[in-house]
């Protein structure tokens, strides 16, 4: 599988352009890892800021690579680009229902922001044309129950060190790179009988041992030949199953 992950921008001021970029697309995350800035937005795409000494301060061609940001209210981003004192390549526009604009940031790269009608986010969602009824494909989520919406927090923040967060209503999301699993509480929950969560790894039997040292318990199940540890060996991926605090059945398995 490949995928685009990053883009990265390299800079004389990486300050100046952080600030830019933090005010005028607010990322979900904004860490710093050694010399670099990484501000994270949906689906699991990061904007990597790169000080370096071996480019100009301005972008000497900024129309040849063009940063595209979809956002859900374009005239708010126009209009924290005029906050920042920013300049536009265009200025915002209506094509058919869609907006579209290109600002230039403080180095002058090129950055586009686009905000698609939901008829033309439709229109792109299916092989053979829009789905039915204007499904959104890709804005699906799944979502599961939990008896103890705290006890939930700690364990898949805590134990499984996953990126947990308060939605509306009081219910969680759980990130899980390119998309959110939203967790609610219900009274009456009674755990699935099948594993509501796969989570892939690079080495099964390190996660095993690394879950266990965390106080988690591995599974065994009838019909399944486990070794000591509680994982399957022999048939397709490597897999071993545990259970988060309300019962639900998660597993650790191989890439495939």
Known sequence: MTRLSSVMLGTTDPDRLHAWYTAVVPPETDVRMGDYR????ARGVYLFIDPRDDVQ?????????????????ARAVAARV??????????LEDRDGCLFATAKDPDGNYVQVIQLSDAE????????????GGLL?????????????EAARRFYAGTLGLDV???????????LGGTRVMVYPKEDHVPATYTVLNLPVADVEAAVRALTDRGVTFQRYAGFEQDELGIVRDE??????????SGNVLSVLSRV
């Open 137 to 149: 494909a890709d804005e699906a989520f799944s979502s599961f129950a939990v008896a103890d919406l």
């Open 82 to 91: 005029e906050e920042q004192g920013g300049t536009w390549a265009a200025p």
């Open 121 to 132: 986010r439709a229109a792109m969602q299916g092989t053979d044309g829009p789905l039915p």
């Open 38 to 41: 990484i501000l994270g937005y």
């Open 165 to 175: 967060r308060e939605e509306a209503m009081g219910l969680l999301s759980i990130g």
């Open 57 to 73: 301060p301005r972008h000497p061609d900024p129309a040849r690579t063009i940063l595209n940001l979809e956002v859900d209210d």
């Open 236 to 245: 397709g991926p490597q897999i071993a199953w545990f259970a988060d605090p």
